[in-house]
């Protein structure tokens, strides 16, 4: 199928003949694919599954079974209007210096993880996404010193991979433009979306911290996080 075919993939992890992580990253190995948002369907929602589901590309999950309004609030950052793109399979975005990108954390991210995890759970994963993305952040910064745009993009697409499962919608954005940048080779691009990235980076992982000290509770105990 042509590139904009599909908005958005609903991947099943566990499948006959190919299972949902060895499609992913056959899809994301195809230029046609590279951006298009796929989302991980699965009855298993533990750490390391949703880690394994990121590092394999996947945009975002849903766990079984599974329930309208999840579909929905998970599919809805693809779903939006957009500018008509020749790529045609992501969110409109702007470029660095254009446009405002989507607000740097969306607290209804966490709301919905706490369907799948109890709060104390959810602090632990979160703090450990939070630790991850710093150090990626970090490799990308080294990789645009040294001007080594394959690292530089292959950094971006992982980041972005996963931001967005967290509130970071901003993040997702500007990841996905930094690796368009380093792809391209355009060393002014790919600096200018550095400076982006490290501010929505600041911004969006400032408050993820601050709604982490609201998942302290005892499991059960979850409150909604809308501020």
């Known amino acids: 199928a042509p590139p904009g075919t599909y908005t958005a993939v609903l991947m ?6 190919m299972d949902g992580l060895s499609a992913t990253r056959a899809l994301r190995a195809e230029e046609a694919w590279r951006h298009l948002p796929i989302v991980a369907m699965t009855a298993n929602a533990t750490h390391s599954d949703i880690e394994a589901a990121f590092a394999a590309g996947m945009n975002a999950y849903l ?18 209007p957009r ?9 409109d975005k702007a470029t660095a210096g254009g446009p405002a990108r989507r607000a740097p954390f969306d607290a209804r991210v966490l709301e919905e993880l706490l369907t799948l995890f109890d709060p104390p759970s959810l602090r632990t994963l979160v703090e450990h996404f939070i630790r991850n993305c710093d150090r990626r952040i970090a490799l990308i910064r080294a990789a645009v010193d040294d001007q080594d745009w394959a690292t530089t993009g ?3 697409h992982a980041l972005g991979g996963s931001v967005g499962s967290f509130g970071l919608l901003q993040l997702n954005d500007v990841a996905q433009a930094l690796e368009d940048a380093a792809r391209a080779q355009d060393a002014d691009a790919v600096v200018a979306e550095l400076q982006a990235l490290e501010s929505a ?9 601050a709604m982490k000290t609201l998942l302290g509770g005892p499991p059960g105990a979850a409150q909604p996080l809308r501020s």
């Open 83 to 91: 500018r008509p793109s020749s790529r045609g399979t992501e969110p």
């Open 154 to 156: 292959r950094e971006a």
């Open 201 to 209: 980076a600041r911004d969006g992982l400032m408050q993820l911290r």
């Open 12 to 17: 099943d992890i566990q499948m006959p003949v």
């Open 63 to 80: 766990a079984k079974p599974l329930l309208e309004d999840h579909l929905w609030r998970a599919l809805a950052p693809w779903l939006q």
